[in-house]
């Protein structure tokens, strides 16, 4: 007697677009840094990109291309995930786009969000199915993960067969030049097709946790005034970096083990973990506290591919642009494998964290 089939949601196809402009380490050195009070940083700008990359790791960041935006991203890579999984793009029931920010054009820090980026995208594509669902979802670094969970739900509760979810932003365009955190972002943008399938076994997304922390934390990341007091009324996006990397360090660790529990595992079940590449460093410190919680005094690095000392950090696209090319055989010392299962993570604005575990189809 055959076991009972269920509906899972896997990834049928994944993409990304990794923008051809590099912006590297060397380009900020002659840059004019100020403190939160406007005064100049009297430090030579070559010492401020060293210690930089030294509490970073990051060399270079890539930056959007003037004549395109976010949603323009966004529709390049969710055409290399149609591609991939060879969907017809008129039965997706839905597209969920993960942003922050919007459409910034070239030479301006205006966000652009009507009608919604995921809008835009499906007029690119040139999807004429009226049912195609399009609409947005801003939450801090961790949207694409938390629209990956919201289309795993629409599928499991039967509301939903295909689904297209994209995670980009042109998050330099909103830094403040005079803020030495704007060295840390990159532009970038990563899609995947979720579908539903029958099994026998638990497969794709498999369960997830969610949390949101905002006494205390919302002002961790936000939008604010420049540190050049002449540009008044001029809003960018500001961190309290310090006070990021402890509440990052304190509560990313035991949500994932919490995501683990809930699936039944342990870190020796976990093949990759892919984490929101926020700071290399952060990250080397969330995986050693997430080893230490099970009583291993050493963390294995890797198991966790690092694309942030190239890509710098571009936010929403960080987790699927790592998902799409290890995946493909772009990322040399890692590979997935059918039957692998994979953590993916993230921490950002509201405060946000969330992670929910991916187990590859066999």
Same mark, same amino acid.
């Given at each position: 007697?055959?076991?009972?089939?269920?509906?899972?949601?896997?990834?049928?196809?994944?993409?990304?677009?990794?923008?051809?402009?590099?912006?590297?380490?060397?380009?900020?050195?002659?840059?004019?840094?100020?403190?939160?009070?406007?005064?100049?940083?009297?430090?030579?700008?070559?010492?401020?990109?060293?210690? /930089?990359?030294?509490?970073?790791?990051?060399?270079? +960041?890539?930056?959007?291309?003037?004549?395109?935006?976010?949603?323009?991203?966004?529709?390049?890579?969710?055409?290399?995930?149609?591609?991939?999984?060879?969907?017809?793009?008129?039965?997706?029931?839905?597209?969920? /786009?993960?942003?922050?920010?919007?459409?910034?054009?070239?030479?301006?820090?205006?966000?652009?969000?009507?009608?919604?980026?995921?809008?835009?995208?499906?007029?690119?594509?040139?999807?004429?199915?009226?049912?195609?669902?399009?609409?947005?979802?801003?939450?801090?670094?961790?949207?694409?993960?938390?629209?990956?969970?919201?289309?795993?739900?629409?599928?499991?509760?039967?509301?939903? $067969?295909?689904?297209?979810?994209?995670?980009?932003?042109?998050?330099? +365009?909103?830094?403040?030049?005079?803020?030495?955190?704007?060295?840390?972002?990159?532009?970038?943008?990563?899609?995947?097709?979720?579908?539903?399938?029958?099994?026998?076994?638990?497969?794709?997304?498999?369960?997830?946790?969610?949390?949101?922390?905002?006494?205390?934390?919302?002002?961790?990341?936000?939008?604010?005034?420049?540190?050049?007091?002449?540009?008044?009324?001029?809003?960018?996006?500001?961190?309290?970096? +310090?006070?990021?990397?402890?509440?990052?360090?304190?509560?990313?660790?035991?949500?994932?083990?919490?995501?683990?529990?809930?699936?039944?595992?342990?870190?020796?079940?976990?093949?990759?973990?892919?984490?929101?590449?926020?700071?290399?460093?952060?990250?080397?410190?969330?995986?050693? +506290?997430?080893?230490?919680?099970?009583?291993?005094?050493?963390?294995?690095?890797?198991?966790?591919?690092?694309?942030?000392?190239?890509?710098?950090?571009?936010?929403?696209?960080?987790?699927?642009?790592?998902?799409?090319?290890?995946? $493909?055989?772009?990322?040399?010392?890692?590979?997935?494998?059918?039957?692998?299962?994979?953590?993916?993570?993230?921490?950002?604005?509201?405060?946000?964290?969330?992670?929910?575990?991916?187990?590859?189809?066999?």
């Amino acid at each position: 007697m055959s076991s009972k089939k269920s509906t899972f949601a896997i990834i049928s196809g994944s993409g990304s677009y990794i923008p051809p402009v590099i912006l590297k380490n060397s380009d900020f050195e002659d840059s004019i840094f100020m403190n939160e009070d406007g005064s100049k940083i009297d430090i030579p700008g070559k010492e401020i990109v060293q210690k /930089f990359k030294q509490i970073t790791e990051i060399e270079e +960041r890539r930056i959007a291309k003037p004549e395109h935006t976010t949603s323009d991203m966004g529709t390049f890579a969710a055409t290399d995930a149609i591609e991939t999984s060879g969907i017809d793009p008129e039965e997706l029931d839905y597209i969920i /786009f993960a942003h922050n920010l919007g459409d910034i054009k070239s030479g301006s820090n205006t966000s652009n969000i009507l009608p919604t980026l995921a809008s835009r995208v499906k007029y690119n594509l040139k999807i004429k199915n009226h049912k195609t669902v399009a609409y947005d979802i801003t939450f801090g670094c961790p949207g694409w993960t938390q629209a990956m969970i919201q289309a795993n739900i629409y599928i499991k509760a039967g509301e939903a $067969k295909k689904i297209l979810v994209i995670g980009a932003d042109t998050i330099t +365009r909103s830094m403040d030049p005079h803020d030495r955190d704007t060295m840390i972002f990159g532009d970038g943008a990563g899609a995947t097709i979720v579908e539903a399938v029958e099994s026998e076994k638990p497969v794709g997304i498999l369960k997830h946790v969610t949390r949101t922390d905002t006494q205390d934390y919302m002002d961790l990341l936000q939008m604010g005034e420049s540190f050049n007091k002449e540009k008044k009324g001029s809003f960018h996006l500001k961190m309290q970096g +310090r006070r990021l990397y402890n509440y990052a360090l304190t509560n990313v660790p035991p949500l994932a083990k919490e995501c683990l529990e809930l699936n039944n595992m342990t870190l020796s079940d976990i093949k990759k973990v892919l984490i929101h590449q926020a700071n290399a460093k952060m990250d080397e410190a969330i995986l050693t +506290r997430l080893f230490r919680l099970y009583g291993i005094k050493k963390a294995d690095l890797s198991v966790m591919p690092m694309t942030i000392n190239t890509l710098g950090n571009s936010s929403v696209a960080t987790v699927p642009t790592l998902y799409d090319l290890i995946i $493909k055989g772009k990322m040399e010392g890692h590979e997935l494998n059918p039957g692998d299962n994979i953590v993916m993570t993230s921490v950002g604005a509201g405060m946000n964290i969330n992670a929910f575990v991916y187990k590859i189809p066999e």
